[in-house]
């Protein structure tokens, strides 16, 4: 559905994107992160039509953004980042305002209303005030806006920002709902727990640059397995030695009583055991080391602080 060949775009002399090379597949759920100026808004305003790339190509539905854009646009819906509605309009009002804008009239235009009311839980409020209502039904309305004409792509940037729990997970069954029916999805948040829960694939994206992409279990096992935390007495030396048979290891801090090592395998306990005892540095205590997507993030980004970007 997204494909992006040597994408780049330039502000002056600031690079912004570095020959982006994006494959999202049709009907996938897909989520792309990064740090703060990393490049993803960049991306999504290309995808989106909104801004021209320097230099290579990017392709929605197998039009070009640049040369097809309009075709391209016709089958993208976008969540922005802000809540992008009327406030003194009624849901009903919003909805039938963009709707015409995206081209819909008459019977197809109520139609698509009252299901994005319906995807939205909002039907029983849809003749009140949007500023009378809470920041939760506000983002649900905000989704609902952006599935009006039925897009083949739906570009969500960070749509869960400042909701409560329960609108979360109504936003979460929403968006499974749409892939389920075969609506492709582009996912932008800081929350990995969003994208753990959410994404079969992720592409990290720092400083304009692709740093991995591909499914989520492939990534959290070639950049943060499980593994194991251990604590042995004796000399460090020969306790690495002892683990090394069982998987990648290292020592993280080391005393005069103990050695802490960090082994990038998840093996029992017992075997491992009796290696270090019969080294002569016995096992005291081991706690399992659980992959995540937060390892990988802070693995492949950093952790510098963004404050400037």
Same mark, same amino acid.
């Given at each position: 559905?997204?494909?992006?060949?040597?994408?780049?775009?330039?502000?002056?002399?600031?690079?912004?994107?570095?020959?982006?090379?994006?494959?999202?597949?049709?009907?996938?759920?897909?989520?792309?992160?990064?740090?703060?100026?990393?490049? &993803?808004?960049?991306?999504?305003?290309?995808?989106?039509?909104?801004?021209?790339?320097?230099? +290579?190509?990017?392709?929605?539905?197998?039009?070009?953004?640049?040369?097809?854009?309009?075709?391209?646009?016709?089958?993208?819906?976008?969540?922005?980042?802000?809540?992008?509605?009327? !406030? !003194?309009?009624?849901?009903?009002?919003?909805?039938?305002?963009?709707?015409?804008?995206?081209?819909?009239?008459?019977?197809?235009?109520?139609?698509?209303?009252?299901?994005?009311?319906?995807?939205?839980?909002?039907?029983?409020?849809?003749?009140?005030?949007?500023?009378?209502?809470?920041?939760?039904? &506000?983002?649900?309305?905000?989704?609902?806006? +952006?599935?009006?004409?039925?897009?083949?792509?739906?570009?969500?940037? !960070? /749509?869960?920002?400042?909701?409560?729990?329960?609108?979360?997970?109504?936003?979460?069954?929403?968006?499974?709902?749409?892939?389920?029916?075969?609506? =492709?999805?582009?996912?932008?948040?800081?929350?990995?727990?969003?994208?753990?829960?959410?994404?079969?694939?992720?592409?990290?994206?720092?400083?304009?640059?692709?740093?991995?992409?591909? /499914?989520?279990?492939?990534?959290?096992?070639?950049?943060?397995?499980? +593994?194991?935390?251990?604590?042995?007495?004796?000399?460090?030396?020969?306790?690495?030695?002892?683990?090394?048979?069982?998987?990648?290891?290292?020592? &993280?801090?080391?005393?005069?009583?103990?050695?802490?090592?960090?082994?990038?395998?998840?093996?029992?306990?017992?075997?491992?055991?009796?290696?270090?005892?019969?080294?002569?540095?016995?096992? =005291?205590?081991?706690?399992?080391?659980?992959?995540?997507? !937060?390892?990988?993030?802070? &693995?492949?980004?950093?952790?510098?602080?963004?404050?400037?970007?």
């Amino acid at each position: 559905m997204i494909e992006t060949r040597s994408l780049g775009r330039d502000y002056g002399p600031q690079v912004a994107l570095h020959a982006l090379d994006l494959h999202v597949p049709r009907g996938s759920f897909f989520g792309v992160l990064g740090p703060n100026g990393a490049g &993803k808004s960049t991306l999504i305003q290309i995808l989106c039509g909104v801004l021209a790339p320097s230099r +290579g190509t990017a392709h929605v539905g197998g039009h070009d953004v640049v040369l097809d854009g309009l075709a391209a646009r016709r089958l993208t819906g976008l969540v922005p980042q802000e809540i992008a509605l009327h !406030e !003194e309009l009624t849901p009903r009002q919003n909805l039938q305002f963009f709707g015409r804008l995206y081209g819909l009239r008459a019977e197809a235009l109520e139609s698509a209303v009252a299901r994005a009311l319906a995807l939205a839980d909002l039907t029983p409020r849809a003749h009140e005030p949007v500023q009378r209502m809470s920041g939760g039904m &506000k983002r649900r309305l905000n989704i609902a806006m +952006g599935t009006l004409h039925s897009p083949q792509l739906l570009v969500c940037d !960070e /749509p869960t920002v400042g909701v409560d729990p329960q609108s979360r997970a109504h936003i979460f069954d929403c968006l499974r709902t749409m892939n389920a029916a075969g609506t =492709t999805i582009l996912y932008t948040t800081h929350y990995m727990e969003e994208v753990e829960a959410l994404c079969p694939s992720v592409a990290i994206i720092d400083h304009g640059r692709l740093m991995c992409s591909g /499914p989520l279990a492939a990534l959290l096992a070639a950049h943060a397995p499980a +593994g194991l935390a251990l604590v042995v007495q004796g000399n460090a030396e020969r306790a690495l030695a002892a683990v090394r048979p069982f998987g990648t290891a290292h020592i &993280k801090t080391s005393s005069a009583s103990e050695t802490n090592i960090v082994l990038d395998a998840a093996v029992p306990l017992a075997p491992l055991a009796a290696a270090l005892a019969d080294a002569g540095t016995p096992l =005291t205590a081991a706690s399992h080391i659980v992959s995540n997507l !937060e390892q990988v993030f802070l &693995k492949l980004t950093g952790r510098a602080l963004r404050d400037n970007a």
